[in-house]
């Protein structure tokens, strides 16, 4: 469970059993595979994604409660995320809850009573781009190409910056109209699209220090993906775990060989630093915004590595019917890979820690 301090661990831990529940009633693991499947088809599992809004409200999880939130913070946002993981949900979570970030962090107090009761409640969906590419027009209206925008698919609003003539502006983009083309991907769950805008109507958004926010949501981008990360890895040792302790070779439990001993406590090793390193950016997310951007880099780089390794020997301790297509360790696989290089190449990473303690590259 994501930052278990004194004060919030048994709300944290009973969220996590909730949204456990909500997604397994909803999507049973034995279904996981056709709902990706029909993801990779275009298709975002509904049913799953209505619960955890209506039942659970995670859109709302870090919106203060002024704002029609649930006052709570990033820790929750990130045990969703780590769920999101653990359950490879043909959900999107990971562009929702950026934008809502965005709307609530740009301190327009207009865009907020006009945007964030629709994201919350799921009637709009949204999405974030902080990529270049974008012009406005002297009517407002958005031109440009966003390429491999998260969630772009099935987006409504994208939330983005924009070139204008007096510099760089927030808006709130609408889709409808605009040329979306959505890319095959390896993380069959995870839509993927490029958005190509012809004089789209958008909301402006006041953000005093636009390039502020733009940081702001890359490190929390790292945040969320590093817990979906975490969450990858540690389904993929548990699964690892209940085979190995079942599965028998030569008589035996392929669990008493040493190699597959040794090779599970790899795994765990690298998943308990994993949680560390997250649990460290969830801190500095909620508490220490100074010190996020480093610790945003660490905790991607460290549960990147864990859910690469634990989904690969996952796959390996499974044997021959863990590379088939009907057995879900290749959803894993599939996630922990993809989401590596979610956000950019892990040498971007190292070099904003290096640079943090004065090392030049």
């Given at each position: ?42 298709q975002i599992d509904t049913t799953l994604w209505n619960r955890l809004i209506g039942e659970v409200g995670v859109l709302g999880l870090a919106v203060p409660e002024e ?17 999101i993981g653990r359950s490879t949900a043909a959900v999107p979570a990971l562009g929702a809850v950026l934008a809502v970030d965005a709307i609530t962090a740009s301190g327009d107090t207009s865009a907020r009573a ?248």
């Amino acid at each position: 469970m994501i930052l278990d301090d004194v004060d919030a661990i048994a709300d944290r831990a009973e969220l996590e059993e909730i949204l456990a529940a909500v997604i397994e009633r909803a999507t049973p693991r034995s279904e996981i595979v056709a709902r990706a499947d029909a993801a990779a088809a275009g298709q975002i599992d509904t049913t799953l994604w209505n619960r955890l809004i209506g039942e659970v409200g995670v859109l709302g999880l870090a919106v203060p409660e002024e704002l029609g939130g649930a006052g709570a913070s990033w820790a929750e946002v990130a045990v969703l995320m780590e769920q999101i993981g653990r359950s490879t949900a043909a959900v999107p979570a990971l562009g929702a809850v950026l934008a809502v970030d965005a709307i609530t962090a740009s301190g327009d107090t207009s865009a907020r009573a006009e945007l964030l009761p629709a994201l919350i409640t799921g009637e709009t969906l949204a999405t974030v781009w902080i990529g270049p590419g974008l012009t406005v027009s002297a009517a407002g209206a958005v031109s440009g190409q966003a390429p491999l925008v998260v969630e772009g698919g099935h987006a409504d609003l994208v939330i983005a910056k924009a070139e204008t003539g007096n510099g760089t502006e927030w808006f709130a983009i609408d889709t409808d109209g605009a040329d979306v083309h959505r890319h095959e991907t390896l993380d069959l769950v995870r839509d993927l699209a490029t958005i190509t805008f012809t004089d789209a109507a958008a909301r402006p958004i006041a953000v005093v220090e636009p390039d502020d926010l733009a940081l702001r949501l890359r490190d929390m981008a790292l945040v969320a993906v590093a817990a979906e990360q975490l969450g990858v890895a540690e389904q993929a040792l548990a699964d690892a775990v209940e085979y190995a302790g079942v599965r028998e070779q030569f008589r035996r439990v392929i669990g008493s060989f040493q190699a597959v001993k040794h090779l599970l406590a790899d795994v765990a090793t690298e998943t308990d630093l994993a949680r560390s390193m997250v649990e460290h950016a969830v801190w500095a997310a909620v508490a220490s915004p100074k010190d996020l951007p480093e610790a945003a880099a660490m905790a991607m780089l460290a549960a990147s590595r864990a859910a690469v390794l634990a989904s690969s020997e996952n796959v390996q301790v499974h044997g021959g019917i863990g590379f088939s297509w009907e057995h879900p360790a290749h959803l894993l696989f599939r996630k922990a890979r993809s989401n590596d290089c979610l956000l950019g190449p892990s040498a971007g990473l190292t070099d904003r820690i290096l640079s943090s303690h004065g090392v030049r590259q």
